[in-house]
């Protein structure tokens, strides 16, 4: 019995078996699943068609006028309303108005010489001019109160140092007058003292507000049968009188 063998075809490119106008490779032993896409036809010219007549004449056509180019105008920028910026308020300390409001406060009960009060006038204006700065104001009130306190304040401090002087040099005064009384009594009680010791009456006259200071002279005097005794007075470094009949 003999075999038959069928020669299978070579491998290349054939009509996809599954239809269609692509085509499948096959590789010499079977089908794969490379495929080729069909061949696309060009167009078909207008000569090629049988009822295609060219024109006789030459076909002429107009060409537009080309028109000017108009260039557009430059932007020109015009005003228009003022956009406002919204401002946030930012948190500012204005130390000067606060220190000036809580020292005029002490000067009100506690002023020496006014200077709490100077000092709470200057920081209130310092205040002031920081709070013209910020926006919004900050401390102008405190530093307003600053001010007014600071001013009253200081007015009277310079009055009471006025008054405090002028009651010393009362009381200085006083002091002075009340010295030059009693050297002139203690001169009056010397001089009769000594007069009497002598045998002579008279009633003797000294100044009532004699000279107290170092080095300083004066005179008392005395009446005696119709004369006139004279007593030279001088007062020494510690405060005694000492004084001689001439």
Known sequence: MTESTTALPPAGWYPDPEGGDRKRWWDGSGWTDQLQAPPV???RP???????VPPEEPVSFTIPEAKPTIEPEPQ??????AVRT????????????DV?????????????????SLAALILGFVGLRRSGSARPPVGRGRSIWA??????????????VVLLVALFANVNARASEQAARELSNNLKVSILTEMVSHGIDGDVVCPELPPTEPGSTFQCTAEHLGETLVFDVEVRENGEALWQSR
């Open 41 to 43: 036809s060009a167009p």
């Open 46 to 52: 207008l000569w090629a068609d049988d009822s295609y």
């Open 76 to 81: 020109r920028w015009q005003r228009g309303p």
């Open 86 to 97: 919204p401002i946030v308020p930012v948190a500012v300390k204005n130390t000067p108005a």
């Open 100 to 116: 000036g409001f809580i020292l005029a406060l002490v000067g009100v009960v506690i002023n020496p010489a006014g200077l709490l």
């Open 147 to 160: 001010i007014v306190l600071g001013a009253v304040g200081t007015v009277l401090g310079i009055l009471s």
